[in-house]
Structures are given as C-alpha cells and as structure tokens.
C-alpha cells in the first residue's frame, strides 16, 4: 500500500480552496483521514481554514460527527464572538433541518452585519425552504439593494416574483438583467415572454426581434414573433414580421422528419 502523502493532500485541499471548487465526498474523505491521523495538527495557524473547508463537505454529505468536530475546533480557537463560525453553526442546523433554529442564527448576524454577503444568501434559501415566498422577496430585494450587480439575484428574484405570479415585478427585474447584461439574448426573450403574459404585445414583439437581432433564428423568439404579429395584424410592420417568422420557421424545421414538419406546418398554417 503506497504511503499516505499528508503534505499532498493538505496542498490539493488548499487548491480546492483557491479554485472554490467543492468535491464534497473528496474532501470529508480527505479531511477525515487527516483529522484521524492527526496530521492536521502539523499545520497550526494554518489548520483553521482547512477545519472550515472540511465542516462544509461534511455537511453536504450528512457527515454531522465530522462536521461537529471541526465546529468544536473553531469554537474553542474563535469563541461567539466569530460571525464565520456562526454562519457555519446555522449551516450545521440547516442541514440536520432545524430551520427555526438556522434562522435565528441567520437573524442574528445580519443584525450585525446587513451586508454579509453569505449569510444573506443563506438566508433567502432558507426561507424558501420555509415556505416563506413574501419574506423571501423582501429579503432578496434588500440583497440587491446592497448588490445591486448580481445578475444571478436578479435572475432568482424575478423567478420568485413568477412563482407568484407578480408579473409587473418580474418584468421589473428583467429590465435590471437587460441594463447589467444587454448582450445576453436570454434577458430579452424573458422579458418579451413576461410582457406578453402581461397583454402589452407590441412591446413584446419589439422584444422577440432583439433577440433574434442577438440570437439570429432562436426558435422560441421566432414563435413569439410569429404570434405577436399574428395578433397584431393590422398594425405597422405586423405583417412583414408575420411572415418573415413564419418563412424561418418552415426553414429550421425543413430537415426534420415528415411528420414534424407537417405538425409545424399544420400550427402555422402552411
């Protein structure tokens, strides 16, 4: 059996670290065989990182001995007064599903801390996890006002507003990604998607062209412009877009089988 490299093994967590990559199973496993061998005591300061990387994998796998082991570490190092530690022991509630208990947690270090960026996140999942949607959007929508720049919270907040059926606050947040991201075609096909839902079909066309202007014969911008035109027949240009999506969707779906294309040709009454 080749000897164990603890050395190697302490370098690779490190990279895990850098590259915030997890490997849950990895790195219990790994952490595990460190902490029972007592290598881990070879790298004094330096063990505390590592005790934190191990306690998150442990948790993701439902490793709670393990992951309370570490917690017991960082507590006689850090004491409560460490909003890190904390953020971790609500972790470790969450995880074993005391919710109440998490949130408290959770609560409390953004009484003193509003703008921990960890804990917030942690908090909205949370209370999605609750079956919380009001408090959730409140809590996602005071995140984005510290960071307004996430595009991935704005792309949450605005799924959370359709799970709702808020459609005027969702096509609101689309408008955000559209202003953070205007390249990205995806923002413009949701918000197009959101306004027709919300009756305003010109403005939704005007939307379905900007994608397929991003995103040349994007089928499901083509399909929205082809019913937004239809319903708008008798206003400018409705026709000429009519057609024109019409023409590309028989053109995409030219060298599928038969009975596809007669299907398409039957919706678009060709």
């Not at 915030?20 to 063990?47: C, H, M, P, W």
């Not at 079956?131 to 959730?136: R, T, V």
Request: aromatic share 10%.
């Amino acid at each position: 059996m080749p000897r164990f490299d603890y050395t190697a093994a302490i370098e690779e967590l490190q990279t895990f670290r850098t590259t915030n990559e997890r490997r849950s199973e990895y790195v219990a496993s790994l952490g595990a065989r460190l902490i029972r061998d007592k290598y881990i005591t070879k790298l004094q300061d330096q063990v505390w990182p590592l005790y934190e990387q191990i306690t998150i994998a442990a948790l993701d796998v439902n490793d709670f001995d393990l992951a309370k082991h570490c917690l017991d570490q960082l507590q006689v190092r850090f004491g409560d007064g460490s909003l890190r530690l904390q953020r971790l022991k609500g972790m470790f509630l969450e995880a074993q599903g005391k919710l109440d208990e998490a949130q408290k947690i959770y609560d409390n270090i953004l009484e003193k801390d509003a703008t921990h960026l960890l804990v917030s996140k942690r908090q909205i999942v949370l209370l999605k996890e609750r079956n919380k949607p009001e408090e959730a959007i409140e809590a996602m929508t005071q995140y984005l006002d510290t960071y307004y720049d996430d595009h991935e919270g704005w792309i949450e907040l605005c799924n959370m507003y359709l799970d709702q059926h808020y459609y005027e606050q969702a096509a609101f947040c689309c408008e955000e990604l559209i202003i953070l991201q205007p390249a990205n075609h995806i923002w413009y096909l949701k918000y197009a998607e959101i306004v027709y839902t919300l009756g305003n079909l010109t403005l939704a066309m005007k939307h379905y062209c900007k994608v397929l202007e991003l995103c040349t014969d994007n089928v499901r911008a083509l399909y929205g412009l082809q019913l937004c035109a239809s319903k708008l027949s008798s206003t400018d240009h409705a026709g000429d877009l009519h057609a024109l999506a019409t023409e590309r969707l028989l053109a995409i779906y030219s060298k599928q089988p038969e009975h596809i294309r007669q299907l398409v040709q039957q919706y678009l009454g060709k």
